[in-house]
């Protein structure tokens, strides 16, 4: 029997399918408001377009807490299931996880394949995924997001074939149980050990080079900014998740070489295995001596963006390293808020007031730059050599390097 669970294959190779048609489900509790759980969805469409799937309509409800066998109430679930047999709707996309349980009770329901956000996150990984170390790392994640899942999701299992949400690891039988998850979990995270050596031993094989990492939000522009400092090819696209391997180019600016790399994007509510399971390809942010952390100034919530990686950064353990925060995309942010009569000059007060507001409020060099249109780039340069200077002389106090 062919496992249609392979990472980045389709079902049907060179068969066009028809995107699936989805619905997205959020809950506002806590202190959200109904704007912030309208931009989670946002994010969250984005999320199901990369995937694949088109996306009808949206489902909120106020509640002190998400239900726990059914997430959302009794009757919002029978108003989704008369929607949803009424305009043809394949899947239907949870904005937070779920449990195993909570799934089954909510797919025997509305009979249709139920995703949540980790698991959509994870489809889009083994989409992307193209090295042995990525679709390990992707392997890995899925088999521990299954584990405590399975008593739970083993009907869902049995009738589901390929799709969103369905891409990755086996669905066959021997794959469902505890035990030889368990054992593939232990087998895989041996392989990434074997392979996390192997880059262990290609950084040392970089000598004494400075390592500059860029980090940041997915889809804030980062591999099209690497693309420009090192007029290099980097798959960039406006996707979540572009790139998933860590990409590394020697630059070499004013006669002084660094490496600069790229790596996977973060996002809101990351799984915690995803992070583990990415812990060696993360391992260029933890190594690097500066680090660049992009940021889509033109997104409205560039702020919550901004909070989101350095929450990360510090369950990295790397908060404390060098960083100069890079705004992106400022020809696009003039386009969205700036009105067509401005002159010159007051765009440029507009925008260094900006700068300043943005410097006192996270403490870090501030850059506005575009990378699709180069301006502002020299400024970014110089920067960034003024920096990698300055760290080779702490690192090398009393050696002239020669390169």
Wanted: charged share 30%; aromatic share 6%; proline share 2%.
């Amino acid at each position: 029997m062919k496992n249609n669970w392979n990472i980045g294959e389709s079902a049907q190779k060179n068969v066009k399918q028809e995107p699936e048609r989805a619905i997205l489900v959020g809950v506002i509790h806590g202190d959200q408001t109904e704007r912030q759980i309208q931009e989670y969805l946002d994010e969250l469409e984005f999320l199901a377009q990369t995937a694949g799937a088109i996306t009808i309509k949206r489902f909120t409800q106020n509640l002190d807490h998400p239900d726990s066998r059914t997430y959302i109430r009794k009757g919002k679930l029978e108003e989704i299931q008369q929607y949803i047999e009424s305009h043809d709707i394949d899947l239907v996309i949870f904005d937070d996880d779920l449990t195993g349980k909570q799934t089954q009770i909510i797919e025997e329901h509305l009979k249709r394949k139920i995703v949540d956000r980790s698991s959509l996150i994870l489809d889009i990984f083994a989409l992307r995924a193209q090295t042995a170390q990525a679709k390990t790392q992707v392997e890995l994640a899925q088999m521990q997001y299954l584990l405590p899942r399975l008593r739970g999701l083993w009907t869902h299992l049995e009738r589901q074939r390929g799709g969103i949400g369905m891409r990755g690891p086996g669905e066959q039988e021997i794959e469902t149980d505890r035990r030889i998850i368990r054992d593939k979990i232990t087998y895989l995270k041996k392989k990434l050990e074997t392979i996390d050596k192997q880059n262990q031993t290609q950084r040392k094989n970089r000598g004494e080079l400075i390592r500059v990492a860029l980090v940041g939000y997915t889809n804030v522009g980062k591999s099209t900014l690497m693309n420009v400092l090192s007029k290099s090819e980097v798959f960039a696209e406006n996707k979540l998740f572009a790139t998933l391997d860590t990409t590394v180019r020697k630059i070499v600016l004013d006669q002084t070489p660094f490496l600069l790399s790229d790596t996977v994007g973060f996002i809101r509510k990351l799984p915690h295995h995803l992070v583990e399971s990415f812990k060696s390809t993360l391992d260029e942010v933890r190594e690097s001596d500066l680090l660049l952390h992009v940021i889509d100034i033109a997104h409205p919530q560039f702020e919550d963006h901004i909070r989101t990686v350095h929450e990360t950064l510090t369950e990295m353990g790397v908060m404390d390293k060098p960083m100069i925060l890079v705004f992106n995309k400022i020809d696009l942010y003039r386009t969205e808020h700036y009105d067509a009569y401005l002159d010159g000059q007051t765009k440029r007060e507009i925008e260094e007031d900006l700068s300043q507001r943005l410097y006192h409020e996270y403490d870090k060099e501030i850059l506005l730059v575009s990378a699709k249109s180069g301006e502002n780039l020299d400024a970014l340069r110089a920067t960034l050599l003024d920096h990698v200077k300055n760290l080779y002389q702490v690192r090398y106090p009393y050696t002239t390097k020669q390169w």
